[in-house]
């Protein structure tokens, strides 16, 4: 039966007619839109949860924007979820925007989602968007791995037909088709004869849930034909029309469905982007190229010329010179490229290598942005406030609006200064949607300054957050009471004595004052019972930067300066007999906890100490101790040194006979190696102080050139870590010095030192040679100038 008698003979008596489609496919869209205007149905039915049918006139909703995904969650296990997207050009939107229009009931007739969710639970799936109608281009269940049997059916098709490319198969046979031109069903037709040819051929490909699937959709659709006279239009995978074109019994289909398991769902609308309909990001019936996509479809003639004008638009913000001429001349090279290739219009691939070859200068670099914010894109759809959500949503909702915090799909960066009070607001916000798991935002390096004042943010909102905010939703139903508990459970069930500290400054930035005495218990109670004094030394720094942010967040600090203290005074006392007898691998971390405790110490200032003085004298005294003692490993004790000197603790004068007694002929060659990299590496801004203390350098080139060769090799990988971290100049500044040796040219000249610029003595005509230009670009010169015609006036 032809697509045209089908629809004479659409009524009583008549079969429903099945408008099998690939998901996402404009063409599909386009087809779908003329055959309902065609055959005018009773009743349209669409694949997809039936849960749903109660939000469908949501979907006519005026600030109802595609892409959206219908988001269905078992209650009781939030993060248990799937999506069913749809856009602008999917047919499935296509169809219920057409039933809405014309006031014609619409319903979805797939498998509920209370069974596909407990299909889930019960093979424990991971990944949210796993929903079996997430399915492939024509209809078929996204494959799970590479030893799945399932098929493609474009895939097959396309290689039936000689192409290589499915997306150019589709594209030739479909997206270059005009839709309404002859019969509207004949492109269904064609394609059902095709999917029924691979189903006797394959079966259900591999697809075993499909039987059951279908099974309901058949039950669907009779009970719509009753109800409705057979006046009924079925939208679905073209993968399924021969399944629905089965006769079967009712007892049969009844039978596939006994005993499936269920749970309580919720569902809803959620926003979508078009970078997650990308077959890239794991979307099983993703596409290639959903810019592309929605510019066919949306594009009212021209699409060739009106997408290379965008690309170029894009290129031009992007300050790359592209003219009017350009545009003209990829129009003309896509469509020679077309012709060549004997294709009926320049697709996704020749406008491609227009664009390479013309306005790129065959550069794939600017052509990898026109494909990430065109082909693919960034398009972040909208759902209505009226749509259902969790009150913890609705909450997120009402905060991004009052603090102007606009969702969008492209990744921007924004800076906050926290001493206004909406950008405090919004830090509060970001950081407590963090705490909850919502990684909405991700705090960046500043670009600016780095003070305590200013904060920098990557922002970029994907789809699964709404997952993430529904599972949050068991914390409370605002953002704040959600944080605080979630705070709480996380201190309380917290492993080790760092978690907690860090979790204790999260409490700060996201300012949650009524978690933060649970917090501060837990930490007194894990500080009080840790004795080791890496995990002491290691919470200590988190625990310090807390405290700075009283001053700006208006938050109050002084539990956390307590036992901060507390905290402190415990790391100085075990870190002596903490650091005897370690491995190499041991120290360097235990180095990196001293410099860390070393920065934390300097937050604190004058804090006072148990007994007299201050934390920092105490602090001071440790790292005497550290430096003299010969079970402390050389790395430590070195830095114990360096870190003296740059307190102004040690002299100069008194560090070079500690370097000295370390880099003595009886210290084991690996042992002085540590001690040097200990003293001067790390990016400790060493290279500096052997440049301006040649005694140093000295006594590091004399140690170098005496180890002997055996030893040589050992240390040398060392020595190259140390010294390959300092800055290019630092490095060819001591070659000059090690060059002409160290102290050389001491009371000298620069002309005697051998090497311009690092004699001990000051160059005074060099020094002279300069004033000129110092006086002219300070004006001393006019100055003078006025002055002397003062006096002459004054004296003439």
Same mark, same amino acid.
């Given at each position: 039966?032809?697509?045209?008698?089908?629809?004479?003979?659409?009524?009583?008596?008549?079969?429903?007619?099945?408008?099998?489609?690939?998901?996402?496919?404009?063409?599909?869209?386009?087809?779908?839109?003329?055959?309902?205007?065609?055959?005018?149905?009773?009743? #349209?039915?669409?694949? %997809?949860?039936? =849960?749903? $049918? !109660? @939000?469908? &006139?949501?979907? *006519?909703? /005026? +600030?109802?924007?595609?892409?959206?995904?219908?988001?269905?969650?078992?209650?009781?296990?939030?993060?248990?979820?799937?999506?069913?997207?749809?856009?602008?050009?999917?047919?499935?939107?296509?169809?219920?925007?057409?039933?809405?229009?014309?006031?014609?009931?619409?319903?979805?007739?797939?498998?509920?989602?209370?069974?596909?969710?407990?299909?889930?639970?019960?093979?424990?799936?991971?990944?949210?968007?796993?929903?079996?109608?997430?399915?492939?281009?024509?209809?078929?269940?996204?494959?799970?791995?590479?030893?799945?049997?399932?098929?493609?059916?474009?895939?097959?098709?396309?290689?039936?037909?000689?192409?290589?490319?499915?997306?150019?198969?589709?594209?030739?046979? #479909?997206?270059?088709? %005009?839709?309404? =031109?002859? $019969? !509207? @069903?004949? &492109?269904?037709? *064609?394609? /059902? +004869?095709?999917?029924?040819?691979?189903?006797?051929?394959?079966?259900?490909?591999?697809?075993?849930?499909?039987?059951?699937?279908?099974?309901?959709?058949?039950?669907?659709?009779?009970?719509?034909?009753?109800?409705?006279?057979?006046?009924?239009?079925?939208?679905?995978?073209?993968?399924?029309?021969?399944?629905?074109?089965?006769?079967?019994?009712?007892?049969?289909?009844?039978?596939?469905?006994?005993?499936?398991?269920?749970?309580?769902?919720?569902?809803?609308?959620?926003?979508?982007?078009?970078?997650?309909?990308?077959?890239?990001?794991?979307?099983?019936?993703?596409?290639?190229?959903?810019?592309?996509?929605?510019?066919?479809?949306?594009?009212?003639?021209?699409? #060739?010329?009106?997408?290379?004008?965008?690309?170029?638009?894009? @290129?031009?913000?992007?300050?790359?010179?592209?003219?009017?001429?350009?545009?003209?001349?990829?129009?003309?090279?896509?469509?020679?490229?077309?012709?060549?290739?004997?294709?009926?219009?320049?697709?996704?691939?020749?406008?491609?290598?227009?664009?390479?070859?013309?306005?790129?200068?065959?550069?794939?670099?600017?052509?990898?942005?026109?494909?990430?914010?065109?082909?693919?894109?960034?398009?972040?759809?909208?759902?209505?406030?009226?749509?259902?959500?969790?009150?913890?949503?609705?909450?997120?909702?009402?905060?991004?609006?009052?603090?102007?915090?606009?969702?969008?799909?492209?990744?921007?960066?924004?800076?906050?200064?926290?001493?206004?009070?909406?950008?405090?607001?919004?830090?509060?916000?970001?950081?407590?949607?963090?705490?909850?798991?919502?990684?909405?935002?991700?705090?960046?390096?500043?670009?600016?300054?780095?003070?305590?004042?200013?904060?920098?943010?990557?922002?970029?909102?994907?789809?699964?957050?709404?997952?993430?905010?529904?599972?949050?939703?068991?914390?409370?139903?605002?953002?704040?009471?959600?944080?605080?508990?979630?705070?709480?459970?996380?201190?309380?069930?917290?492993?080790?004595?760092?978690?907690?500290?860090?979790?204790?400054?999260?409490?700060?930035?996201?300012?949650?004052?009524?978690?933060?005495?649970?917090?501060?218990?837990?930490?007194?109670?894990?500080?009080?019972?840790?004795?080791?004094?890496?995990?002491?030394?290691?919470?200590?720094?988190?625990?310090?930067?807390?405290?700075?942010?009283?001053?700006?967040?208006?938050?109050?600090?002084?539990?956390?300066?307590?036992?901060?203290?507390?905290?402190?005074?415990?790391?100085?006392?075990?870190?002596?007999?903490?650091?005897?007898?370690?491995?190499?691998?041991?120290?360097?971390?235990?180095?990196?906890?001293?410099?860390?405790?070393?920065?934390?110490?300097?937050?604190?200032?004058?804090?006072?100490?148990?007994?007299?003085?201050?934390?920092?004298?105490?602090?001071?005294?440790?790292?005497?101790?550290?430096?003299?003692?010969?079970?402390?490993?050389?790395?430590?004790?070195?830095?114990?040194?360096?870190?003296?000197?740059?307190?102004?603790?040690?002299?100069?004068?008194?560090?070079?006979?500690?370097?000295?007694?370390?880099?003595?002929?009886?210290?084991?060659?690996?042992?002085?190696?540590?001690?040097?990299?200990?003293?001067?590496?790390?990016?400790?801004?060493?290279?500096?102080?052997?440049?301006?203390?040649?005694?140093?350098?000295?006594?590091?080139?004399?140690?170098?050139?005496?180890?002997?060769?055996?030893?040589?090799?050992?240390?040398?990988?060392?020595?190259?870590?140390?010294?390959?971290?300092?800055?290019?100049?630092?490095?060819?500044?001591?070659?000059?010095?090690?060059?002409?040796?160290?102290?050389?040219?001491?009371?000298?000249?620069?002309?005697?030192?051998?090497?311009?610029?690092?004699?001990?003595?000051?160059?005074?005509?060099?020094?002279?040679?300069?004033?000129?230009?110092?006086?002219?670009?300070?004006?001393?010169?006019?100055?003078?100038?006025?002055?002397?015609?003062?006096?002459?006036?004054?004296?003439?």
């Amino acid at each position: 039966m032809t697509g045209v008698e089908r629809a004479a003979g659409h009524g009583a008596g008549a079969s429903p007619v099945l408008l099998g489609v690939r998901h996402h496919g404009p063409g599909s869209a386009r087809a779908v839109r003329a055959a309902l205007e065609q055959i005018r149905p009773r009743i #349209v039915l669409i694949e %997809g949860p039936p =849960e749903a $049918d !109660a @939000l469908i &006139p949501l979907a *006519a909703d /005026e +600030e109802m924007r595609p892409p959206v995904a219908l988001l269905a969650h078992a209650v009781d296990e939030p993060g248990r979820s799937a999506f069913w997207p749809l856009a602008g050009f999917s047919p499935e939107w296509v169809a219920l925007r057409w039933a809405l229009e014309h006031d014609v009931p619409a319903r979805f007739i797939d498998l509920p989602a209370t069974h596909t969710l407990a299909w889930g639970r019960q093979e424990d799936e991971a990944g949210a968007e796993r929903a079996p109608d997430a399915e492939t281009a024509a209809g078929g269940d996204t494959a799970s791995g590479p030893a799945d049997p399932r098929i493609d059916p474009l895939g097959v098709l396309a290689e039936t037909a000689g192409y290589d490319d499915p997306e150019r198969w589709w594209e030739d046979v #479909v997206e270059h088709r %005009g839709a309404g =031109e002859g $019969d !509207a @069903l004949a &492109p269904f037709t *064609a394609l /059902e +004869e095709a999917m029924s040819a691979l189903r006797d051929t394959y079966g259900s490909g591999g697809h075993e849930r499909d039987p059951v699937r279908e099974a309901y959709m058949r039950l669907q659709t009779r009970a719509a034909q009753r109800e409705f006279e057979n006046s009924v239009a079925v939208v679905c995978g073209a993968w399924h029309v021969p399944a629905l074109r089965q006769k079967t019994t009712v007892a049969a289909d009844k039978a596939l469905l006994k005993g499936l398991p269920k749970v309580k769902a919720d569902m809803t609308w959620v926003p979508w982007t078009h970078r997650r309909l990308s077959r890239t990001s794991g979307y099983g019936a993703g596409i290639d190229s959903p810019g592309w996509y929605g510019h066919l479809f949306s594009a009212p003639d021209r699409p #060739v010329e009106r997408w290379l004008t965008k690309v170029a638009g894009l @290129l031009r913000a992007e300050d790359r010179i592209v003219s009017s001429a350009h545009v003209i001349e990829a129009v003309r090279l896509a469509e020679t490229l077309a012709a060549m290739r004997g294709r009926p219009l320049p697709g996704l691939s020749e406008t491609t290598d227009a664009v390479r070859a013309v306005m790129c200068e065959g550069s794939d670099v600017p052509l990898e942005l026109v494909r990430d914010r065109l082909v693919v894109g960034d398009v972040l759809g909208e759902v209505p406030s009226s749509a259902p959500a969790v009150p913890l949503q609705r909450d997120l909702t009402r905060l991004q609006r009052r603090l102007r915090l606009k969702p969008e799909a492209l990744e921007r960066e924004t800076e906050l200064d926290l001493r206004k009070d909406n950008d405090a607001a919004r830090s509060r916000l970001l950081h407590r949607l963090r705490l909850l798991g919502i990684g909405w935002g991700e705090p960046a390096a500043s670009r600016g300054s780095t003070g305590t004042f200013r904060e920098t943010w990557r922002l970029r909102w994907e789809p699964e957050l709404s997952v993430r905010i529904a599972e949050a939703g068991v914390w409370g139903t605002t953002v704040l009471s959600a944080a605080t508990a979630k705070a709480e459970a996380d201190a309380v069930t917290a492993q080790g004595l760092a978690d907690v500290t860090a979790l204790a400054e999260h409490c700060l930035l996201a300012d949650l004052p009524a978690a933060l005495p649970t917090v501060m218990r837990v930490l007194a109670d894990r500080a009080a019972l840790d004795t080791d004094v890496g995990h002491l030394a290691q919470a200590l720094p988190a625990l310090v930067r807390s405290l700075r942010y009283g001053d700006v967040r208006g938050t109050g600090t002084a539990a956390l300066a307590e036992v901060a203290a507390g905290l402190a005074e415990r790391v100085f006392v075990g870190l002596p007999p903490g650091c005897a007898a370690l491995d190499a691998a041991a120290a360097e971390e235990m180095r990196r906890h001293v410099d860390a405790v070393h920065t934390a110490v300097g937050l604190l200032g004058d804090t006072p100490a148990a007994g007299d003085g201050s934390l920092r004298n105490r602090w001071r005294s440790v790292l005497r101790v550290l430096s003299g003692r010969d079970s402390v490993p050389g790395v430590i004790r070195g830095r114990a040194v360096r870190l003296l000197l740059d307190d102004g603790e040690l002299t100069q004068d008194e560090a070079a006979p500690l370097m000295g007694l370390a880099l003595s002929p009886g210290t084991p060659p690996a042992d002085a190696a540590a001690w040097v990299e200990g003293f001067v590496g790390g990016g400790s801004g060493g290279g500096m102080l052997l440049v301006h203390d040649e005694r140093l350098l000295g006594l590091v080139d004399a140690w170098l050139t005496g180890v002997p060769a055996g030893a040589f090799t050992d240390v040398l990988p060392l020595l190259r870590r140390t010294f390959s971290a300092y800055e290019p100049g630092v490095r060819r500044t001591l070659g000059e010095l090690v060059r002409r040796g160290p102290g050389a040219g001491r009371g000298g000249t620069a002309a005697g030192s051998g090497a311009t610029g690092f004699a001990a003595g000051l160059d005074t005509a060099r020094a002279e040679a300069v004033l000129p230009v110092v006086r002219l670009l300070l004006g001393l010169d006019e100055a003078d100038e006025n002055t002397g015609n003062h006096m002459a006036g004054v004296t003439g």
